[in-house]
């Protein structure tokens, strides 16, 4: 919230930067943030690239940065910027734990230069029922009849968009899975084929949205 900057700067506080991504996203962005939009564009036709990996970000390559489903990415660049801008802070606040991010919170240190403190996961102290959107619990009878640890889960989340190229690939690759699958798709995100719907509802599950703590944890999950 690039607001709050303004109104702390006008009374004089000191400010605090409170990141609700991980660090590794963060340092993914700052990555972002030095790239040339034209020219990456460009240079990510060559697999080679693709598959090199980001400099002190192993086992992240340059094709795992997250790019995609975001509009264009000239304009995902500059908000790249904005996001890594520690402007006048003096610290920054991420949710994440060392344990986890180790790596990434050393080098998140050393490219802004003022202290990063890591605080979380937060999650674990978040309202049993919190949901952004209306979940639907007839997928939790529907994991009830599944196998111990047989089901895949996907879900991007409430942000990410894919084009229909993509959702095609993703459906094609969980039917050749041979494993049963649950599978959100928000409405008016990913743009799901009528002709492949047929062929996902006889191995898998689609739903709007879920209940995500209570299939992370549900016994016949077994990849998320």
Not at 11 to 25: C, E, G, M, N, V
Not at 115 to 123: C, I, M, S
């Amino acid at each position: 919230m690039y607001f709050s900057e303004a109104a702390a700067k006008e009374f004089k506080l000191l400010s605090i930067i409170f990141s609700t991504t991980s660090a590794t996203h963060k340092v993914c962005c700052s990555v972002l943030s030095k790239l040339n939009a034209n020219k990456f564009l460009i240079d990510m036709e060559d697999p080679k690239l693709q598959n090199e990996l980001v400099e002190n970000l192993h086992p992240l390559r340059y094709k795992d940065l997250p790019t995609s489903g975001f509009g264009p990415l000239r304009r995902f660049l500059e908000l790249c910027k904005e996001v890594v801008n520690k402007r006048t802070a003096s610290a920054v606040i991420i949710d994440t734990t060392s344990c986890l991010e180790s790596s990434s919170l050393t080098r998140l240190q050393q490219e802004l230069k003022i202290p990063v403190y890591q605080l979380g996961p937060l999650r674990l102290t978040a309202p049993e029922n919190f949901s952004l959107l209306d979940e639907d619990k007839s997928c939790i009878e529907w994991l009830n009849k599944q196998k111990p640890r047989s089901v895949i889960y996907i879900s991007l989340g409430s942000l990410a968009l894919m084009e229909t190229k993509e959702v095609l690939e993703m459906a094609w690759g969980l039917y050749d899975s041979n494993q049963p699958f649950l599978w959100v798709i928000r409405p008016g995100s990913e743009s799901f084929p009528e002709e492949i719907s047929k062929m996902v509802s006889e191995k898998g599950c689609i739903v709007k949205w879920a209940p995500q703590k209570e299939v992370l944890k549900h016994r016949a999950v077994g990849g998320f």
